[in-house]
Nanobody, 123 residues
């Protein structure tokens, strides 16, 4: 069992940046492929990005490609989502997730989820 704890959310103006962090408690993050999802009010949870256990494979949703970057620091047991050029459509609760593997694209089968962190982008 692993507990995922997100941090770094908050309120930012359009065009601004935030960096989300996801720390693993109970297991080392290097044991898992890691992903980020988001859910806006009234909408389904959607894939944002993911990274393989080694970090060699990453994938991002089309809506965030070129603005968001996903990375991991296994030594710090943490995964990051750097979000630049934020716009109000990025407002959502962002969730960190863990999986046994990730080979690219939007397919990420999460087995563990974090509690989520709110990101609000004002216009």
């Amino acid at each position: 069992q692993v507990q995922l704890v997100e941090s770094g959310g908050g309120l930012v103006q359009a065009g601004g940046s935030l960096r989300l962090s996801c720390a693993a408690v109970g297991r080392t993050v290097s044991d898992y492929a890691m992903g980020w999802f988001r859910q806006a009010p009234g909408r389904e949870r959607e894939f944002v990005g993911a990274i393989s256990r080694s970090g060699r494979i990453t994938g991002l949703a089309v809506s965030v490609k070129g603005r968001f970057t996903i990375s991991r620091d296994n030594a710090k047991n943490t995964v990051y989502l750097q979000m630049n050029s934020l716009n109000p459509e990025d407002t959502a609760v962002y969730y960190c997730a863990a999986s046994t593997a990730y080979s690219g694209g939007p397919n990420f089968e999460a087995i563990y989820w974090g509690q989520g962190t709110q990101v609000t982008v004002s216009s």
